[in-house]
C-alpha cells in the first residue's frame, strides 16, 4: 500500500519510520517547502496513492483535506485545532465519496481515557456539590491551546450529561509529548483522572492502523469507532 505524508515534521518522520511496519510505501512527503500554497497536492503526486496521513498545521488542515479529497484520496486527520469546521469536513467527505478517519489523538491510551472520563462525568453528573476542571501541557511548538484531546474531553463530558462548567487551562513548555488531566473537585474531597504520554510513537502507531484500516472504505470516523467497534 501506498502512503502520502501531509506534515513532515516529528510525527511525520515518525510515521516514515513506522510505516513498513503497517505494510505501506511512503510515495510523497509534503512539507512547509514544497507544499506552502498547496502546490504538491496534484493528480501526478497523488496518483497510486491509497491514504494520505495528514498532520500538519491548523491554518492549512482543512484545505488540505478539500484538495485531497477532490484527488479521490482516503485521509487519516490528525491536526486539531479545526473542531469548528468539523461538519464542513463531513460534507467534504460524504461529497467526494472518499474515507476520513479523524482524531484529536491517536493513542490507543488517550481514547480509552476518554471513555474513562465520561463515565467518571456521567456519575457525577447530580453530584452538585463537585466542580470540575481540565488542565494540559504539551510541547513548546504545539500551536492550539487548549489541544483537541482537551476539548474533546469536555465534548465527552457533555455528552455524558455533565452540564456544568468545566475551567480549562493549558501550559506549553519544553519537549512534553502531553499529559491530560480531569479533575473533580468539593469541600470533602477530590477525584483526579489523568492520562500521561512517554512518547509520541503511540499517536504514530494509532494513526498508521487508522491508514490500514481507511484504505478501500468510505465515510467519516473517529478512531474511537476503530477501537470499539461502536
Known amino acids: 500500500m501506498k502512503l502520502a505524508i501531509v506534515g513532515y515534521g516529528k510525527m511525520g518522520r515518525l510515521i516514515e519510520q513506522l510505516a513498513p511496519d503497517y505494510g505501506f510505501e511512503i510515495a510523497l512527503k509534503l512539507d512547509e517547502f514544497n507544499n ?7 493528480p501526478e503526486n497523488f496518483r497510486g496513492v ?7 498545521t491548523p491554518a492549512a ?3 488540505n483535506i478539500e484538495r485531497i479529497a477532490a484527488l479521490g484520496v482516503n485521509l ?5 485545532g ?3 469546521r468539523r461538519e464542513h469536513v463531513r460534507e467534504v467527505v460524504a461529497r467526494s465519496g472518499i474515507g476520513l478517519v479523524w482524531s484529536p489523538n491517536y493513542s490507543v491510551g488517550v481514547n480509552l481515557f476518554f471513555r474513562i472520563v465520561a463515565e467518571a462525568a456521567r456519575r457525577l453528573h447530580e453530584q ?3 466542580e470540575a476542571w481540565g488542565w494540559e501541557i504539551h510541547h513548546a511548538a504545539k500551536k492550539d491551546a487548549p489541544s483537541g484531546t482537551l476539548l474533546q474531553l469536555v465534548e465527552e463530558m457533555r455528552k455524558a450529561g455533565y452540564g456544568r462548567p468545566v475551567h480549562l487551562s493549558s501550559s506549553r513548555a519544553g519537549a512534553h509529548p502531553g499529559t491530560h488531566e480531569i479533575g473533580f473537585d468539593s469541600a470533602a474531597d477530590t477525584i483526579t483522572l489523568r492520562h500521561t504520554a512517554r512518547n509520541r510513537e503511540g499517536f504514530a502507531r494509532g494513526a498508521l492502523k487508522a491508514a490500514q484500516w481507511i484504505v478501500g472504505k468510505k465515510g467519516f470516523y473517529e478512531f474511537r469507532q476503530i477501537l470499539f467497534e461502536d
Do not use: N, P
Not at 36 to 42: H, M, S, V
Not at 50 to 56: C, N, R, T, W
Open 36 to 42: 506552502a500554497r498547496f502546490q504538491g497536492i496534484t
Open 50 to 56: 491509497d491514504v494520505a496521513v495528514e498532520f500538519s
Open 61 to 63: 488542515v482543512v484545505e
Open 76 to 80: 487519516v486527520v490528525g491536526t486539531t
Open 82 to 84: 479545526w473542531h469548528e
Open 128 to 130: 452538585t456539590e463537585y
